[in-house]
């Protein structure tokens, strides 16, 4: 027996390259619609969001301006909730109503 024998490394497959798969098929053809996002309760942020629904029928070059605007409208919302703007109404806030 010996034991000095190396066993064979096994053989890997390469790495596909870059852009050599399928070609991906339009949304029309596969013949699914993105869902809407799901409600959150806080109706700005449901209004933020909304245009996600939206993606799919937009090239994948003009995602990330959306994706920008959606971010900014969240940020905003998210300070003014930080903030506890926009939180109280009149009869919440200490002021009669």
């Known amino acids: 027996m010996d034991h000095d024998a190396v066993p064979p490394?096994?053989?890997l497959e390469p790495e596909p390259e870059l852009g050599s798969g399928p070609e991906p098929r339009p949304v029309a053809e596969a013949g699914r619609k993105a869902?809407?996002?799901a409600?959150?309760?806080e109706p700005r942020v449901d209004a933020a969001i909304a245009p996600i629904g939206d993606?799919?029928?937009l090239p994948v070059s003009?995602?990330?301006p959306v994706f920008e605007r959606i971010h900014g409208q969240l940020v905003e919302v998210l300070?003014?909730?930080h903030s506890g703007a926009g939180l109280a109404g009149p009869a919440e806030s200490g002021e009669p109503a």
């Open 35 to 37: 869902m809407p996002p």
């Open 9 to 11: 490394e096994p053989e």
């Open 62 to 64: 003009e995602h990330p």
């Open 79 to 81: 300070g003014e909730l």
């Open 39 to 41: 409600k959150t309760g």
């Open 55 to 57: 993606l799919d029928e």
